[in-house]
């Protein structure tokens, strides 16, 4: 049931993965980059990718059980509370039960937990709380395969930030599960001779994932378990609605429960 990508969308991943170099050289170079009308400092010297470790007992996690199979991830509430905590009150009141996966995207992501088999929110839910969720970005949270990232969903902006740039992104319900973009050799070398400082890219090419969605999206837990589930999700036989490449066949969440590592419920 897999797709393979078409030239068209292995050139856009090609120029996004271009895009993601020249941001990354920048962050470094000036060591800040705006976003919600903040400023995120970026200091190589303290960056701590949490996600190269193991969980630990009693981190909190997330298993979401889908009629594929299922996969669990450790959460980052001290990185992303805001979302982390609107994640797990949508979780424990079973929000997610019967949502569908929406978008398996070439191999590389699959967008799931919406209630309309298309992906769009439904009409009320736009501007409800748990769709209003400020964006948070950390230094340590990068979209490696595996990662967990809540979709955007609006931008709110001034005048002077639609002609200047800059406004207050927000995220919602909607998630995201990050599997990889190829990479091959020649983006490899292009990714290292591009950047002085390589740990954030050397991941990139050893463990897998999405190099365009860094500092993007927030990032909220980690796969540790049932990596091929994700693969999976993100490689069904799909075709665009003008959106999303929606699954030609229906895959639902079953369940999200959340528990804590160690325990009978996380493992």
Same mark, same amino acid.
């Given at each position: ?17 271009? $895009? ?16 919600? @009308? ?5 200091? !190589? ?9 193991? !969980?630990?007992?009693? =981190? ?35 929000? %997610? =039960? #019967? ?9 590389? %992501? ?18 409800? #709380? ?18 967990? $990232?809540?979709? @955007?969903?609006?931008? =709110? ?26 990479? *091959?050799?020649? $983006?490899?070398? /292009?990714?290292? #001779?591009?950047? #002085?400082? *390589? ?11 999405? !190099? ?12 540790? /378990? ?16 003008? %959106?999303? $490449?929606? !699954? ?12 804590? %590592? ?6």
């Amino acid at each position: 049931m897999k797709i393979k990508s078409s030239p068209a969308v292995r050139v856009i991943i090609i120029s996004a993965v271009v $895009m993601f170099l020249l941001s990354l050289a920048l962050l470094f170079a000036a060591q800040v980059r705006e976003d919600n @009308n903040r400023y995120i400092t970026i200091d !190589p010297d303290t960056i701590d990718l949490v996600q190269l470790r193991s !969980p630990e007992k009693g =981190d909190p996690t997330a298993t979401v059980v889908t009629s594929l199979g299922q996969f669990s991830f450790v959460l980052y509430p001290d990185k992303s509370p805001k979302a982390v905590e609107n994640f797990i009150r949508l979780a424990e009141s079973g929000y %997610y =039960d #019967d949502t569908f996966v929406f978008n398996s995207d070439s191999g590389v %992501y699959a967008g799931m937990g919406s209630k309309e088999r298309s992906g769009e929110l439904a009409a009320d839910a736009a501007g409800s #709380d748990c769709e209003r969720v400020p964006r948070e970005l950390s230094q340590d949270l990068w979209p490696f395969k595996g990662a967990v $990232m809540m979709m @955007n969903t609006s931008l =709110d902006r001034t005048f002077s930030q639609k002609l200047l740039g800059g406004g207050e992104y927000y995220n919602g319900s909607r998630f995201i599960a990050a599997n990889t973009i190829e990479f *091959t050799d020649d $983006m490899k070398k /292009e990714m290292l #001779d591009a950047s #002085d400082y *390589t740990t954030i890219t050397d991941v990139f090419i050893e463990k897998g994932g999405i !190099p365009n969605f860094s500092q993007q999206m927030t990032v909220i837990g980690q796969t540790y /378990e049932g990596l091929e589930v994700v693969e999976a999700l993100s490689s069904l036989q799909a075709k665009s609605n003008g %959106y999303y $490449m929606n !699954p030609d066949e229906d895959v639902k969440i079953i369940s999200v429960t959340i528990g804590e %590592y160690g325990s009978s419920t996380a493992e």
